[in-house]
Nanobody, 125 residues
Framework: QAQLKESGGGSVKPGDSLRLSCTIS??????????MGWFRQSPGKEREFVAA????????HYSDGVKGRFTISRNSAEKTVDLQMNSLKPEDTAVYFC????????????????WGQGTQVTVSS
């Protein structure tokens, strides 16, 4: 079992930065091959992949829409995963979710086993 909790959302202006954090509580061990991901969902749209990181190796993967602006990182000791978001745009407005997958890297929300409740990010002038 695992529980995830996001924090750090808020309202910012275009061009601003924001840092999201996800705290993970697990009953067992997080293995090197396990994946932590960030997704987002806007009203009326499907949940979309943003970024993912392989827990032990630190390898990362980003959607084309955020590559170069967002950075995912993890702290193994504290069991947290952060998403640094720079140069934010109005189209980044969404609820952002942290997710945990034990089966391997995937950009599909359906493949992730555990989810947080989400945190709202609003980018508006």
């Amino acid at each position: 079992q695992a529980q995830l909790k996001e924090s750090g959302g808020g309202s910012v202006k275009p061009g601003d930065s924001l840092r999201l954090s996800c705290t993970i509580s697990v009953s067992g061990r997080i293995y090197s091959s396990h994946i932590m991901g960030w997704f987002r969902q806007s009203p009326g749209k499907e949940r979309e992949f943003v970024a993912a990181i392989r827990w032990g190796y630190g390898t990362t993967h980003y959607s084309d829409g955020v590559k170069g602006r967002f950075t995912i990182s993890r702290n193994s000791a504290e069991k947290t995963v952060d998403l640094q978001m720079n140069s934010l745009k109005p189209e980044d407005t969404a609820v952002y979710f942290c997710a945990y997958d034990r089966n391997g890297l995937s950009t599909s929300a359906a493949d992730y086993e555990y989810w947080g409740q989400g945190t709202q990010v609003t980018v508006s002038s």
